[in-house]
């Protein structure tokens, strides 16, 4: 069988995601009777179905879930190589470090001064995303290293360095009457009448079962939080995006969380090792606690 093609894993992937084919032939820019032809061929050549069709829309199968899956890696690993090869090509180039915005405040501020410190430091450029998805950011090439938290983030395939463990908050409506409380547990904050826990994504990307919102982005969350809509559970260091109508309040029962630097196994950048020794000498100095 010959080797899987970009192209055709892209229109296989728009086609898997709209599961639509004229939605996904418009997304993609393409006539619907050739991207049909695509996907048959690809179908064929693979000897699966991918795909069960019908006059409303496509539904996956088995082996159509294990190509999206499989296709999604593949091509962040294409995109990634093709970032990563233009900036070697460039001897300026920042050093690109994703952290989810408003998490490990204070040691991003600590490590990016003492990276500065360093001689013929190169400039670090951060990049904040929302809920999960440094991991996205490292595999593609949009970044070159991560802060990131052990056990919610997906630290799969990377090479890491633990940097400081700490205890859990539940963030909660400043007016609630568990907010005057000195610490809770988790039995406590886990069925709230009227305030249900809100839901992290878990490491493949599903939300669990439950009453609470699903977490998308930072904002989303605190203005629930202030509205009194829900509550949360988050590494203490967290607390950097706290509004004025949040109280945190210690949950001693709570699984510690880990921060950890992350990068790719296969990063041989001399820019990515000076920030990474960086972020142990702080550690190390016990200016963030192991």
Do not use: N
Request: aromatic letters at 4%.
């Amino acid at each position: 069988m010959d080797d899987l093609e970009t192209r055709e894993l892209r229109y296989f992937v728009a086609v898997a995601k709209e599961l639509h084919f004229g939605r996904a032939a418009d997304r993609l820019g393409i006539a619907q009777p050739a991207l049909s032809r695509a996907i048959r061929q690809l179908e064929h050549r693979l000897g699966v179905q991918l795909l069960i069709r019908d006059r409303r829309g496509a539904a996956l199968t088995d082996a159509g879930r294990v190509l999206l899956r499989e296709a999604g890696t593949a091509l962040d690993a294409v995109a990634a190589a093709a970032r990563r090869t233009r900036r070697a090509g460039d001897e300026k180039r920042p050093l690109m470090l994703v952290t989810k915005a408003g998490a490990s405040h204070e040691l991003l501020q600590r490590l990016l001064v003492a990276q500065a410190s360093e001689p013929e430091a190169v400039p670090v450029e951060v990049v904040l995303c929302e809920v999960g998805e440094q991991a996205r950011f490292l595999r593609d090439g949009r970044a070159d290293v991560a802060i990131m938290h052990r056990p919610y983030d997906d630290l799969a395939g990377f090479d890491t360095e633990d940097l400081y463990v700490e205890g859990q908050v539940a963030l909660l409506p400043a007016g609630h009457p568990l907010a005057s409380r000195d610490q809770l547990t988790l039995a406590e904050v886990r069925d709230v009448p009227g305030l249900p826990i809100a839901r992290w994504p878990q490491l493949d990307g599903t939300y669990p079962d439950g009453p609470g919102p699903e977490v998308h982005t930072q904002s989303q969350l605190a203005q629930l939080v202030a509205l009194g809509k829900t509550l949360l559970v988050i590494p203490a260091s967290s607390r950097a995006w706290q509004w004025p109508d949040h109280v945190a309040v210690p949950v001693v029962d709570a699984p510690e969380v880990t921060t950890v630097i992350a990068w790719p196994p296969s990063s041989r950048s001399p820019a990515l090792a000076s920030l990474v020794r960086s972020a142990k000498d702080l550690r190390l100095l016990g200016w963030v606690h192991a």
